[in-house]
């Protein structure tokens, strides 16, 4: 989508292995968020940032940290990469009125 | 705190048909509501959105919801199912005073039958 970026798009990783996501936005918009996606369960929240350096835990945080050193840039990391994080993974973004726009998501495997 | 339930995980209608897709949600603050459509291998996009002003909302290709408080529902109408309708539709409420996080339902796959 128009204004934000996700990298890789795919990635295949071994069990045990740190993994680092990629979500970029040329919106400058306050608000990111990471989600996974999951069938069955709709969208799930990992962790979200209202600004630089300001991040918190959503639904689901327990094996992802993230950071945010810049507004462009939001950064998710699984620690030790375990097969249950095998999913999608969407990064979304928000000026904080109504709406996300949503990135095109990256496909993660864990073997 | 904040919930959607979406009910039926598939629904399945001919071209031309009524499509009817079911939200509920529950929400501890007046809320806003969204629906979005999911394509295969792709990211979600907006379809209609509520933020408190008419309570029946249009959206694109033909989609429109009404928010009922008093059932607490949100559902998504088309009055005519086209082939390229054939998604999965996914039902959002934001705790819009609180960061803007969104809580997702579980989708439900648009089938169209020829």
């Known amino acids: 989508d128009a204004g934000i970026t996700q990298s890789p798009r795919h990635k295949v990783t071994e069990t045990g292995t740190p993994v680092t996501l990629r979500c970029h936005q040329t919106e400058n918009h306050r608000y990111m968020y990471w989600y996974r996606q999951d069938p069955g369960h709709g969208l799930r929240l990992i962790h979200y940032s209202y600004g630089v350096k300001d991040t918190d835990k959503g639904e689901v945080s327990d094996g992802y940290s993230v950071s945010r050193s810049k507004t462009e840039d939001f950064l998710l990391t699984l620690e030790s990469a375990t097969s249950s994080q095998t999913s999608v993974y969407f990064c979304?973004?928000?000026?904080?009125?109504?709406?996300?726009?949503f990135g095109s998501g990256t496909r993660l495997t864990v073997v | 705190a904040q919930s959607v339930t979406q009910l039926g995980s598939h629904v399945s209608v001919s071209e031309g048909a009524l499509v009817l897709l079911r939200c509920n949600y529950s929400s501890s603050v007046p809320p806003y509501l969204f629906w979005y459509v999911q394509y295969p291998n792709q990211g979600l996009q907006l379809l209609l959105k509520y933020t408190s002003a008419a309570t029946l909302v249009k959206g694109i290709n033909g989609f429109e919801a009404e928010f009922k408080k008093s059932e607490t529902s949100f559902h998504l109408t088309k009055p005519s199912a086209h082939m390229s309708d054939a998604a999965e539709y996914f039902c959002a409420v934001s705790d819009s005073g609180n960061f803007n996080k969104f809580y997702f339902g579980s989708g439900t796959k648009l089938n169209v039958k020829p």
């Open positions: 979304a973004i928000s000026d904080g009125g109504s709406g996300y726009t």
